[in-house]
């Protein structure tokens, strides 16, 4: 409370209060979104520049809403990086909308902690019914579908999603061939797979040395050659090692490089190995029937992730996670303390969405991506996710028409790879241009595009993804791409 006679008596659910500061903060957050263009897209600040602008403590006594709101335009907006700049191009989108923004802000308001069914049953039922419509728009097979032994989880990040999957195969695979086995359980990906899979082999105890990173090439778009992974799983048979898990990508970070699932779905059945598939990012284009094809295969997957926080318009966080034999998430990681023992989840009538992750406590996350979908509409959604596709192929045409740069990789979403071309072969002299250009880009406050190295070439990606991103934006984008770098190329001539 504000400063007066209420001064001591806390009174921190006071609706009249909600109501007023409320629409005050949502005025604020709509002025931000209006204003959002007049920010340096990437924040300029130092390290540690907010340790001289807050005090050392916490305040002894309220203050007031405003005291705060100018604080945040003052001191906080400075060191904020803009994600939804329209001119945020970098890693991936991770979009925000009114209606994600409206679930969250619903979730928030009831304060509920959903980690068993009875500790809101709305809140595990609305979730597996969400999760089946959306597997149902990326036509994935029935097996995902909550009715039979399959379903679909909200986790926090594709890096939970992965190392749930991960921990549920090792102890399947535990359980058949012995606890010792552990030394024995070999997983494989590819050289272009995102680095969480690295993490969950480290969280779950798989030794590096049994992680097989697969080499890719340009030539086939660095995708994972199935026969390299046929090879390399039949010398770890003869070795007496168990080949257990295997990571595809549909749609990677470094290029939106996609494997082909077909052929590896074959290998991972043939070997009796877990066969998961990232599409963090691509996933949500598999709406659309024209981009269904790039999960072809998933038939044969036995989990898939798709991040609705990237470019579904759900706000951070989402991740869709789909299995299709819950019982082995639960089997590795349901406990059953009696402090949280009810008569629904005793007669094992209801789903128990603690049992399907890493943290006890959860929140309602279903609320924003069933808003989403309802406020929206898939159809609306589909269009959303072409249109971003066709700004990107227009990105992809400027930057081809442009003898100083060329394109790296084919563009298949809407991610488009370039850099300056080199001059005269010097690799390692364009790689310290492209560096240079990335950096003037970024230091200028007008655009954020990220790098990534292919084949050690050094890559600038444009991602285009953000919900507030027209054509005008990405033409004015490569304008000054290619202003900074005809400025860079000019300075070294003289
Ligand atoms: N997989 C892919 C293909 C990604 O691009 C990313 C992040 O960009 C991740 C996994 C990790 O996502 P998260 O931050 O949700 O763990």
Redesign the pocket.
């Known amino acids: 409370m504000e400063n007066g006679s209420s001064r001591n008596v806390l009174k921190p659910m006071d609706s009249e209060q909600l109501r007023e500061y409320g629409h005050r903060m949502v005025d604020f957050i709509a002025d931000y979104y209006k204003t959002i263009e007049n920010f340096p897209v990437l924040s300029q600040v130092q390290p540690g520049y907010l340790h001289n602008l807050l005090p050392d403590s916490a305040p002894d006594h309220p203050e007031t809403l405003e005291q705060v709101l100018d604080d945040v335009k003052a001191k906080i907006l400075p060191g904020v990086t803009h994600w939804q700049s329209p001119s945020f191009f970098a890693?991936?989108p991770s979009n925000s909308s009114v209606a994600g923004f409206l679930g969250e802000m619903l979730s928030a308001g009831l304060g509920i902690v959903g980690f068993s069914w009875i500790t809101s049953p709305a809140a595990t039922e609305l979730e597996m019914i969400v999760l089946d419509w959306l597997a149902k728009l990326l036509n994935l097979p029935e097996q995902f579908l909550s009715k039979g032994n399959g379903g679909g989880v909200i986790q926090g990040?594709?890096?939970?999603a992965l190392l749930v999957v991960l921990i549920a195969a090792r102890d399947k695979f535990l359980r058949r061939f012995g606890k010792n086995s552990v030394e024995k359980l070999v997983v494989y990906s590819s050289d272009q797979t995102?680095s969480?899979l690295q993490k969950a082999c480290q969280i779950s105890g798989i030794h590096p040395e049994n992680c097989r990173v697969l080499k890719t090439f340009s030539s086939t778009n660095y995708a994972l050659p199935p026969e390299l992974l046929q090879e390399t799983i039949s010398r770890d048979l003869e070795a007496g090692l168990i080949p257990f898990f295997l990571c595809a990508?549909v749609?990677?970070?470094s290029s939106t490089a996609v494997d082909p699932l077909a052929a590896l779905g074959k290998i991972a059945k043939r070997n009796e190995m877990w066969f998961h598939i990232?599409a963090?990012?691509a996933g949500s284009a598999c709406i659309c029937p024209e981009y269904r094809q790039y999960i072809d295969g998933v038939e044969s997957a036995d989990s898939f992730n798709m991040?609705a926080h990237?470019w579904f318009l759900t706000n951070f966080d989402c991740?869709l996670l789909w299995v299709k034999d819950k019982y082995a998430l639960t089997e590795a990681l349901s406990t059953n303390p009696e402090y949280l023992k009810n008569k629904a989840s005793q007669a094992n009538l209801v789903v128990d969405y603690k049992d399907w992750q890493i943290p006890l406590g959860r929140r309602f996350r279903s609320l924003k991506l069933w808003m989403v979908l309802r406020l929206y509409g898939s159809e609306t959604l589909k269009s959303y996710i072409r249109n971003h596709i066709k700004l990107a192929k227009d990105f992809e045409r400027l930057v081809s028409q442009d003898p100083n740069f060329e394109i790296v990789t084919p563009r298949i979403f809407s991610l488009v790879c370039f850099r300056i071309v080199p001059s005269k072969n010097d690799e390692k002299k364009c790689n310290n241009q492209n560096r240079n250009l990335l950096d003037a880009v970024n230091s200028s406050g007008k655009l954020f595009i990220t790098h990534t190295a292919l084949s050690g070439k050094i890559v600038l990606r444009c991602a285009i993804g953000a919900p507030l991103t027209e054509e005008k934006h990405v033409k004015e984008a490569w304008k000054v791409i290619q202003e900074e770098a005809s400025y860079l190329l000019r300075k070294e001539k003289t």
């Open positions: 890693y991936y990040s594709a890096s939970e995102h969480s990508n749609g990677t970070t990232d963090a990012y991040n990237k991740s």
